[in-house]
């Protein structure tokens, strides 16, 4: 279930903490998605852009893409699923990511936020730690949970 929540501050946050999960809006991978992935990171393994290749010869039926392409999407879904009335917000890091499974080309993805824990540091902001759940549409199964760390400065 999506929640609309728009311009929280550190206060806004705080009330997130232990709450229903936000959802972000279903978002295509396509093969132009995965094939400019594989340009900016030098990462052009077959199964990821050699799609004849990858129906013939990999397990997944066709071309997936890259795990770190489904990571990289978390701030981008984030900042789509919650607005923030901040001056600045940093990504922070990650604790923990697994990819527990492929996303075939053209799937659609969304994330699932909880907010974990909200910290004070220093200089006015928060740091807020984001249980991610990432889901392909029609699966059961997530494809990526992470662990993710943020700072806003209000």
């Not at 997130?16 to 132009?32: E, F, K, N, R």
């Not at 094939?35 to 852009?49: L, P, R, Y």
């Not at 893409?65 to 923030?84: E, K, N, R, Y």
Request: proline letters at 5%; aromatic letters at 8%.
């Amino acid at each position: 279930m999506k929640r609309d929540v728009e311009g929280l501050d550190a206060q806004g946050l705080r009330s997130l903490v232990g709450g229903a999960p936000l959802v972000s809006a279903w978002l295509l991978i396509d093969q132009a998605s995965v094939n400019g992935f594989a340009e900016a990171t030098g990462d052009h393994q077959w199964i990821h852009v050699d799609a004849e290749r990858a129906r013939r010869e990999s397990p997944f039926g066709g071309p997936i893409a890259h795990g770190f392409l489904t990571l990289s999407l978390i701030p981008a879904l984030l900042g789509q699923t919650v607005a923030l009335k901040q001056r600045m917000g940093v990504n922070y890091g990650l604790n923990r990511v697994r990819f527990t499974a492929p996303v075939p080309v053209d799937s659609q993805v969304r994330a699932r936020f909880a907010v974990a824990s909200v910290d004070d540091v220093d200089d006015a902001g928060v740091q807020v730690v984001w249980n991610v759940t990432l889901e392909r549409q029609g699966s059961e199964r997530p494809v990526c949970v992470a662990e993710f760390i943020t700072r806003h400065y209000f």
